[in-house]
Every structure is written in structure tokens, then in C-alpha cells.
Nanobody, 119 residues
Framework: QVQLVESGGGLVQPGGSLRLSCAASRITFSIYDMGWYRQAPGKQRELVAGITSDGTTNYTLSVKGRFTISRDNAENTVYLQMNSLKPEDTANYYC?????????????WGQGIQVTVSS
């Protein structure tokens, strides 16, 4: 069974940093597009950052210049470095793995990890 396991969340003060990790197992990690999503209470889940199988990245506007997504295909892991954190970054963060080719459409989620930015 495919597993995506997030780690690195927690409580941090405004202006601080956190690094989220998502370790994948039982998938051919290198061919998947990976993403970090977040969902705050009462809000819809939104894409924070994505990285394709060939390394192309994209970010939602509110995190550009503060967050960096990266991947290590040898370690089957995707990272989200979060700097200059703001209270509005508080949310449950989810790792996503997606593979689409022709009729094949595979989509997997991690269990989520809480990030709280508060003084």
C-alpha cells in the first residue's frame, strides 16, 4: 500500500522557519508530481507548492519568496522549507503524489501534519 508520511510540523513563532518532509513508499517516486497542500479550519484545501517529476516548481502567490519545495528522488522524499512564517500560514499541511498518463490517473495523500504559527 502506498504511504506518504509527513514530518517536521509543529508550533513556531511568527518570522520563524520550519521544514516539512514527506517520505513516500511503494511508489516509483521519480515519476510522480509532488505537492504540498494546506487546509485551515473553515477553509478549502489549497495548493501551496508543487514540483513536477522533472523538477519544475510552482507556488501559490502568498508563499512565493518564503517557501521552497524540493525533492530527493534517491530518498523518495519531498520537502517544503518554510521561512518567514506568518500566522496565516497556520494550517494542516498535506503531501500529495500524482501521476497522470493517458488513462492512468493515480493520486495519493498523506495523513497531514499541523503547522501553527503563533506567538
Amino acid at each position: 500500500q502506498v504511504q506518504l508520511v509527513e514530518s517536521g510540523g509543529g508550533l513556531v513563532q511568527p518570522g520563524g522557519s520550519l521544514r516539512l518532509s514527506c517520505a513516500a513508499s511503494r511508489i516509483t517516486f521519480s515519476i510522480y508530481d509532488m505537492g504540498w497542500y494546506r487546509q485551515a479550519p473553515g477553509k478549502q484545501r489549497e495548493l501551496v507548492a508543487g514540483i513536477t517529476s522533472d523538477g519544475t516548481t510552482n507556488y501559490t502567490l502568498s508563499v512565493k519568496g518564503r517557501f521552497t519545495i524540493s525533492r530527493d528522488n534517491a530518498e523518495n522524499t519531498v520537502y517544503l522549507q518554510m521561512n518567514s512564517l506568518k500566522p496565516e500560514d497556520t494550517a494542516n499541511y498535506y503531501c500529495n503524489a500524482r501521476f497522470r498518463r493517458g488513462y492512468v490517473n493515480l493520486n495519493y495523500w498523506g495523513q497531514g501534519i499541523q503547522v501553527t504559527v503563533s506567538s
